[in-house]
């Protein structure tokens, strides 16, 4: 895997295996509330063994022309929504919102990352629906998933 080139040896991907979803947001409100890919570590992952997620919109590009640039956007710029916004970047309590643009690639490590989509809506219909293309990339065999951080469930999920 090319990635692991680059790579620290606990955060290796499998070579051989991979996951992935389409997801097609109608509008209408449609979201994903605040989340962790993988919960990781033995207290909770289940086995789930995604490490670094790959996020690409596939709507047309130029589908936000006219709105602000990265790190500029906020999900009050744009009617359509669907903004995927990351909780504690770049640094704790501070989010960071990134419109869904076309030909966009976001990036991610899937056992850390808080994060969530903002309400989707089609004033337009079709034209204006959220179109993303996830793939999971998972650990290899010397890759490890990282438990959740304690202080990091309170502080978002309630949760500790």
Known sequence: HKLNQILPESHMLSGAEQTNKLAVCLG???MYDKHIDNLGGD???GGDQRKLTALLYLQPPGSHDG???FPNEKVGD???GGYFQAYDVPE???MTCIAPRGDRLIMFWSDSLVHDVSPSFAPAGDADRRWALTIWFVVGETGTIRPTD???EQRHFGLG
């Open 28 to 30: 209408g409100g449609s």
């Open 43 to 45: 207290d909770g992952g």
């Open 67 to 69: 709105q602000p640039e």
């Open 78 to 80: 744009d009617p359509r």
């Open 92 to 94: 704790e309590g501070q």
């Open 150 to 152: 304690v202080e990091i």
